[in-house]
């Protein structure tokens, strides 16, 4: 008898140990409970993608509704991190799951070990940057047309990512003048010309004066002048974006070709390329 009871006192030491709790919890001695996401990996074993997909939709509804401080609990964090935060997830749901397990670990600081919020906070504020890193937030897979204006410097200021082809046309036939003495031009530039030992946006060999430009900026800054003229292909090698403008160094003077009431207007195209 006094060893069933021993037993009973004890326990039973090899009995499973109890699963890890799921949904909103609090141990003995915390201030609040804390969202405890499911596993994941486990739930998509068990019950298929499906299940996985709504887990980490209900577990970001949760966790938004403590950020939100719809909880009442003490925790309310900045409504525009939150929502950046939700437009990253929505955009990449599976980085829900991570980003719940780490928020499970703050939201114990806090709540059981008394922790100062602010970390956690912090911590919410920087992770649409952490969680986008080096992606490129608009690849390149549309075709858009503008027009050239050929009394200001550089525009059409289009993003790109690493990696794309960006094919680049100017019309052939549309003309302009690049100074009140000089001849009419095309996006090709002036013939006979070149940007070498010039001032001029663009001063390779094969640049022209006037003719239509093509500058890659990265994330970093540094940038890339390039020409285009009529046709040409851009490769950046990161992300960034590409302006253009005509090789000149004054645009006030600049005019564009009229004939019979009509003044030409020369078409920018992008595209992706091959």
């Known amino acids: 008898m006094l060893s069933a009871l021993i037993l009973l006192a004890c326990g039973d030491k090899n009995a499973d140990p109890a699963p890890p709790p799921v949904g909103w919890h609090a141990e003995e001695g915390w201030t609040a409970q804390c969202w405890f996401p499911p596993d994941f990996e486990g739930l998509e074993s068990g019950q298929g993608i499906t299940a996985r997909r709504m887990a980490r939709q209900d577990t970001l509804e949760q966790m938004k509704l403590q950020w939100l401080g719809k909880r009442d609990d003490g925790?309310?964090?900045?409504?525009?991190?939150?929502?950046?935060?939700?437009?990253?997830?929505?955009?990449?749901?599976?980085?829900?799951?991570?980003v719940s397990r780490k928020n499970l670990e703050m939201c114990k600081q806090v709540m059981g070990a008394g922790a100062d919020p602010g970390s956690w906070s912090s911590w919410i504020n920087?992770?649409?940057?952490?969680?986008?890193?080096?992606?490129?937030?608009?690849?390149?897979?549309y075709t858009l047309f503008d027009y050239l204006d050929i009394g200001m410097g550089w525009h059409m200021s289009v993003p790109v990512c690493a990696g794309d082809v960006v094919d680049i046309r100017g019309t052939a036939t549309d003309k302009y003048r690049i100074s009140e003495d000089g001849p009419w031009i095309t996006a090709d530039g002036q013939e006979g010309t070149m940007g070498v030992g010039t001032d001029l946006p663009c001063d390779l060999e094969s640049c022209a004066q006037g003719m239509l430009i093509g500058r890659f900026t990265n994330e970093d800054g540094v940038q890339d002048v390039f020409p285009i003229g009529t046709g040409a292909t851009y490769k950046p090698t990161a992300h960034g974006t590409i302006s253009v403008t005509i090789n000149d160094t004054s645009y006030y003077?600049?005019?564009?070709f009229k004939s019979g009431g009509i003044t030409d207007r020369t078409g920018v195209t992008f595209s992706p390329g091959n």
């Open 253 to 256: 003077d600049n005019v564009w």
């Open 75 to 98: 925790v309310s964090f900045s409504p525009g991190a939150v929502d950046d935060l939700d437009m990253v997830l929505l955009g990449a749901p599976e980085k829900t799951e991570l």
């Open 126 to 141: 920087g992770l649409p940057d952490v969680l986008t890193e080096g992606e490129c937030m608009l690849p390149f897979t």
